[in-house]
C-alpha cells in the first residue's frame, strides 16, 4: 500500500464521517411536529400576536438562504464575491484565486524542500491555499459585522428620534447615513442611494439584508414590513427593537465569557501537538521522517488525525451558542 492509496483511505473515512454526520444531523420529529401543531394554531387562531408571530415566522423563511448558497446569488462564483464584499474590502475573485494559488505553491515547494514527498507537499499546498484565505475572509467578514452589531442600536435610536420629530423614514435614514461612522454608516449610505435612484426602501432594505446576512439587519427588515402590513407606532417599534438588539449583544457577550475558558482549552490541546510536531521537525528532520516513509506510521498519523478532527468538532460544537 503506497502513500496514494493511503490518502485515499483517510479521504474514504472522512468522506463516510461526513455523510454519517448528516444522516444523522436530520430534521428532528419533534421539531417537524411542533412546527406542525404552530401552524395550525396560527390557522385558526384569531388573536393579534398569533398573527404577528405567524408573519415573522414567515418573513424569516423568506430571508433564509439556499442550500449551498449565499442569499441573492445565482452561483458559487457569486456567492464569493458576494463573501468578499461583506469583508468591507475592495477584492474581487480574481485576486481571491491568485492569491489560494500563490500561497498553495509557495507551501507546496517549502514543504517538497524539507521533506522530498512530492504528494504530501502537494496535499498541503491544497489544504492551506484554500483553508487559509478561507478562514481570512471569515475573520474580516465576521470582525465587520461585529462592528456593525456594536453601532447597530445607535442607529436604530437615531431613527427614533428622527420619526419622533416629524422626518419621514427616507430622511431619518440619510440622517443616519451621514452620522453613524463605521459599517453601519456605509451600509444606510447605500441604502439612501438605492432609494435616489428610484428603488422602493423595502427593496433597497431587502438588497442590503440579502448582501449583508446579518441577523440583526433582517430584524430590522422584519420589524418594518410587519408595521406597513399591521400599522402601528413605528417609532415605538424601533425602539423596543433597539432595546432587544442591545440585549441580545449583552447575552452574547455573557456567552462569551463563560465559555472563554473552554475555547482557550481546545485551542491549546488542538493546536499543541501540531507545533511541537513542526518543531521537532524543522529541528531534527531525521527523527519524524518516518512519519513519511514508514506505512505503519503513515498509517497513525492519518488516524490521529481523523480523531483529532472529531474532537475538535465536538469542542467547537459544545461551546457555540445561538441566541
Known sequence: ????????????????????????????????????IDALRYRHSDSTDAKMESQLKKAIASRKPTVHKLAGS??????????????????T??????????LALGVAVIVYL????????LGLGLLLGAGIPHLAVGHLIKKRTNAFNARFPDAIELLVR?????????????????????????????????????????????ETADRLAIA?????????????????????????????????????????????????SAYIVGALPFLVFGMIWWINPEYVGGFFEDERLIVTGLGGLVWMSIGGFIMAKMVSFEI
Open 216 to 264: 440583526e439587519f433582517n430584524f430590522f427588515c422584519i420589524a418594518l414590513a410587519i408595521q406597513r402590513e399591521t400599522g402601528g407606532n413605528l417609532a415605538e417599534t424601533l425602539s423596543n427593537l433597539a432595546d432587544v438588539l442591545r440585549k441580545r449583544s449583552q447575552m452574547k457577550l455573557k456567552i462569551r465569557a463563560m465559555s472563554s475558558e473552554s475555547k482557550a
Open 114 to 121: 524539507r521533506s522530498g514527498a512530492p504528494v504530501l507537499s
Open 162 to 206: 428622527g420619526l419622533r420629530s416629524g422626518l419621514p423614514v427616507t430622511e431619518t435614514l440619510q440622517v443616519v447615513a451621514q452620522e453613524v461612522p463605521g459599517p453601519v454608516g456605509i451600509e444606510f449610505k447605500g441604502v439612501v442611494e438605492r432609494i435616489k435612484i428610484g428603488r422602493s426602501m423595502e427593496e433597497a432594505l431587502q
Open 74 to 91: 445565482s452561483s458559487r462564483i457569486d456567492a464569493l464575491a458576494l463573501r468578499l464584499d461583506r469583508t468591507g474590502k475592495k477584492w
Open 1 to 36: 500500500m503506497n502513500i496514494i492509496q493511503l490518502l485515499l483511505v483517510g479521504c474514504g473515512i472522512m468522506a463516510l464521517m461526513v455523510i454519517g454526520y448528516m444522516l444523522v444531523a436530520g430534521p428532528s420529529a419533534a421539531k417537524e411536529s411542533q412546527r406542525r
Open 93 to 102: 475573485v480574481t485576486q481571491y484565486f491568485y492569491t489560494s494559488l500563490g
